[in-house]
């Protein structure tokens, strides 16, 4: 589960577009309405793991935090792009000025064309690593409270009498009584109060930790692997 959560919410990480994205993620944490007089079947619950992960205190705390803790980056970042912007303007305008013309160069606009292309792909690779001290930490705020989701999904679990809990993305439709996700929210929160925003010196995000790991496996297997023999000499 710890994996799957992790991927998703990392996946949403983009300076500037993750506060949105997970306060879009966190509304859906809230618990539905239910039907009155509805039958309800025992030990059957659903939960949306990334929207409580998104909803609970301490990643609600951490992002608030982040542009205060991380405001030398993000600002280099804004003032980067603000400069490649500028940058690329005059060469814009030219291209499309010359599209325009009455008889247009084709070869000059692919030489154009590939300078822009060339500027603005050398600009993504540049802003994505200067933003990475501040996607690195907010992977590993995730991963924090990610690593709490199973004992706390298993208290609220506990406590509910549930046995059989459904990712609610593959819930078609369902009365309010079966949402846990408020009971994990509020075990999450008792877990984890908060997150540390500054991860330890050398620190990896999981996916790159366990796909070295795998490399380190397979080189070590490898090693190990006996030679092929050698060819026999031949008798007379």
Avoid at 116 to 123: C, L
């Amino acid at each position: 589960m710890q994996n799957r959560i992790f991927a998703a919410l990392a996946a949403t990480l983009a300076l500037g577009a993750a506060p949105h994205a997970m306060a879009q993620a966190a509304a859906t944490a809230a618990p539905a309405q239910s039907t009155p007089g509805g039958i309800v079947a025992p030990g059957i619950a659903y939960a949306n793991a990334q929207a409580v992960v998104a909803a609970s205190a301490a990643y609600k705390t951490a992002m608030a935090q982040l542009p205060t803790t991380y405001k030398a980056q993000i600002d280099a970042v804004n003032t980067r792009r603000n400069q490649i912007t500028a940058q690329l303007k005059p060469l814009y305008d030219k291209f499309e000025a010359d599209q325009k013309a009455a008889k247009p160069d084709a070869n000059a606009l692919r030489a154009q064309a590939a300078q822009i292309q060339q500027i603005e792909q050398s600009a993504e690779r540049e802003i994505q690593q200067m933003a990475e001290p501040l996607n690195v930490a907010q992977q590993y705020i995730i991963e924090q409270i990610s690593e709490k989701l199973t004992p706390a999904t298993q208290a609220a679990m506990t406590r509910r009498k549930i046995t059989l809990v459904l990712d609610s993305q593959s819930v078609l439709k369902a009365d309010g009584v079966y949402n846990l996700n408020q009971d994990i929210l509020a075990e999450l929160n008792g877990l984890i109060p908060s997150a540390q925003l500054v991860p330890p010196a050398g620190w990896l995000p999981r996916a790159q930790r366990e796909a070295a790991a795998q490399q380190a496996a397979q080189a070590g297997a490898a090693a190990a692997a006996p030679a092929p023999a050698g060819k026999q000499p031949e008798g007379r």
